[in-house]
Antibody, heavy 125, light 106 residues
């Protein structure tokens, strides 16, 4: 049974960057997209961006354009999300999630059937 | 982008009762609607996709209905394990967007 395992919690200063990893265990990414969804305290879920690791195709939400970069190493089945210019409002739990259909054509346009455990990022001076 | 609105924000029910949660889309999303359950400290878990299809291993007491802009998640005979926050998500139009959630509490 495939699982997504994320890196540990981070504490960052305002203006800095954070990089979160998401590694598939018990399987590979194949043609699935890996998406990043964040959940700020007291807020709901917000899709940030994603990648199809097999092709390297990426897509980002407008709210994060220019600040978020999603990459992947298909050989190690690991995806990464880097968020720059951190501010206090970026304090949140960040999840990676696999798209449901895995057709290799969509990023951020599917349900998400497999999620990582979440990585808490705290931005504080 | 499509705005998803869930109601009520909090639903108080007793074990064994039926819970009915609503989700409204700002524009039609056809049947491209998913529901998730999230328990404290855990990631969301897919319950329903395609508005009415249960995901793998989801009990039959969870059912989804609706099309277009109005959707409902029903949980018949609530069990203690069902008290959680539920989110709807549309994936008809990029980017996928989520509702604000409904907390089901005792």
């Amino acid at each position: 049974q495939m699982q997504l395992e994320q890196s540990g919690a981070e504490v960052k200063k305002p203006g800095s960057s954070v990089r979160v990893s998401c590694k598939a265990s018990g399987g590979t990414f194949d043609t699935y997209s890996i998406n990043w969804v964040r959940q700020a305290p007291g807020h709901g879920l917000e899709w940030m961006g994603g990648i199809i690791p097999m092709y390297g195709t990426t897509k980002y939400a407008q709210n994060f354009q220019g600040r978020v970069t999603v990459t992947a190493d298909a050989s190690t089945s690991t995806a990464y999300m880097e968020l720059s210019g951190l501010r206090s409002e970026d304090t949140a739990v960040y999840y990676c999630a696999r798209d449901f259909l895995g057709l290799g054509v969509s990023i951020g346009e599917d349900a998400f059937d497999l999620w990582g455990q979440g990585t808490k990022v705290t931005v504080s001076s | 982008e499509r705005v998803m609105t869930q109601s009520p924000a909090t639903l108080s029910v007793s074990p064994g009762e039926r819970a009915t949660l609503s989700c409204r889309a700002s524009q039609s999303v056809s049947s491209n609607l998913a529901w998730y359950q999230q328990k404290p400290g855990q990631a969301p878990s897919l319950l329903i996709f395609g508005a009415s299809s249960r995901a793998t291993d989801i009990p039959a007491r969870f059912s989804g209905t609706g099309y277009g802009t109005e959707f409902t998640l029903s949980i018949s005979s609530l069990q203690s394990d069902d008290f959680a926050v539920y989110y709807c998500q549309q994936y008809d139009t990029w980017p996928a967007t989520f509702g604000g959630g409904t907390k089901v509490e005792i």
